[in-house]
């Protein structure tokens, strides 16, 4: 579901478009010069733990098992080789990075960028890393782990695509349903591809300065886009989703999206994903 760190999408959304060439009429973007660190360890349950520096302020603690993605974004005092910082209440690092090699230049092609390439260094993070999820979901912990540092420098690329690759805009849902439930941001993505549906559900949260996205996204041939003979429209998606979605297009009022669908999600349990709460946008 989720292919890059909260750091790196950090920082290509601070990439910002310039006016090209005014004989060209073509946009730019510019690409700012960034650093991460970051490493990666095998938590309980299955889950692969990905910790990495965002920005000069901020840690991640991302976690994937399967469909399953959670992360958590907290505020972190960041220096050149040192990182600290709570995870609300459920855990804390304080470490140190020591590099165990020399810089070398990243073999990532930069397409139709101009500037430095980036450099890469790898490391290992000493100290203290503790982390238990909500309901023990997993734990992860460690005093001495392999780390991998990028540094990259201001870059400035043709087209509105990073390195340069394509301009082709993000791909949007066809339907969109959305509530608040319990001061949680809740949300189901319905992607419809050729004898395919793609069902992508997320449940966002800020506790204190703590933030908390949990997303579990699927498709297959299971999945299921039922149009009924009332013009409603029944949505299914496999496992681990459960129950079904009514969906009726061009309906006003509060019953667009009902139905029993509902998820279990990593640390929270089994959220409803459908119901009178819920109201519904049709992006394309």
């Known amino acids: 579901m989720v292919a890059l760190g909260i750091a790196i999408v950090l920082a290509l959304s601070a990439a910002s478009p310039v006016l090209g060439s005014p004989a060209l009429h073509r946009r730019q973007t510019v690409i700012p010069p960034s650093r991460y660190t970051s ?32 992360s958590y974004l907290a505020p972190a005092s960041i220096s050149h080789d040192r990182v600290e910082a709570r995870i609300g209440s459920l855990g804390r690092i304080a470490m140190r990075y020591e590099p165990s090699g020399s810089w070398r230049p990243s073999t990532e092609p930069q397409g139709q960028c101009r500037g430095r390439i980036p450099r890469l260094q790898n490391g290992v993070f000493l100290g203290h890393f503790n982390f238990r999820g909500e309901r023990g979901f997993t734990t992860a912990g460690t005093t001495r782990v392999r780390a991998f540092r990028r540094e990259s420098f201001r870059e400035v690329c043709k087209g509105g695509g990073r390195n340069g690759f394509g301009e082709q805009p993000p791909l949007k849902p066809n339907v969109i349903a959305t509530a608040t439930l319990g001061g949680r941001a809740v949300s189901v993505e319905l992607f419809l591809k050729p004898e395919e549906l793609s069902t992508h ?43 079904e979605a009514d969906y009726r297009p061009g309906a006003s009022g509060g019953r667009v999206w009902t139905g029993t669908l509902a998820a279990p999600f990593p640390g929270l349990g089994v959220v409803p994903l459908a119901g009178g709460d819920f109201s519904v946008s049709q992006p394309r």
């Open 39 to 70: 490493f990666v360890l095998r938590g309980t349950n299955g889950f692969q733990v990905f910790v990495s520096t965002a920005g000069s302020s901020h840690v991640a603690v991302e976690l994937f098992s399967g469909s399953d993605y959670v």
């Open 201 to 243: 559900a997320s449940v966002r949260e800020k506790r204190g300065s703590l933030l908390i996205e949990r997303t579990i996204g699927i498709a297959g041939e299971d999945s299921r886009y039922a149009e009924q003979s009332d013009g409603s429209v029944l949505v299914t998606p496999p496992p681990p989703f459960r129950g």
